[in-house]
């Protein structure tokens, strides 16, 4: 699949799905956002769909991890990189 993965017919979220939180929260922490994460990630899109919110919560703790260089035949987006974020 990795030979895929630069084609115009590509899987969308396949790539970044495994640490779409951890990625959301590097960015929004370097655009000095980090406190409009959980509206982004929780409320907004409920609310605009009218579906009730979640009342499960998750954790993020800010602590370096390596993105694994594959996830069977995926490469996964940042592959070898280090995110800042981790979801425990």
Not at 6 to 14: H, Q, R, T
Not at 15 to 28: G, M, N, P, V
Not at 34 to 55: Q, T, V
Request: with cysteine; aromatic share 14%.
């Amino acid at each position: 699949m990795t030979h895929l993965k630069e084609n115009s017919c590509g899987c969308a979220g396949c790539y970044s799905a495994f640490a779409a939180l951890e990625l959301y929260a590097q960015a929004f922490e370097s655009a000095n956002a980090l406190d409009k994460l959980e509206g982004f990630a929780s409320f907004y899109g409920a609310d605009f769909y009218g579906l009730p919110r979640n009342k499960e919560t998750i954790s993020l703790e800010k602590v370096d991890w390596i993105v694994p260089t594959n996830y069977g035949e995926i490469t996964p987006i940042k592959s070898g990189d280090v995110l800042q974020w981790k979801l425990n």
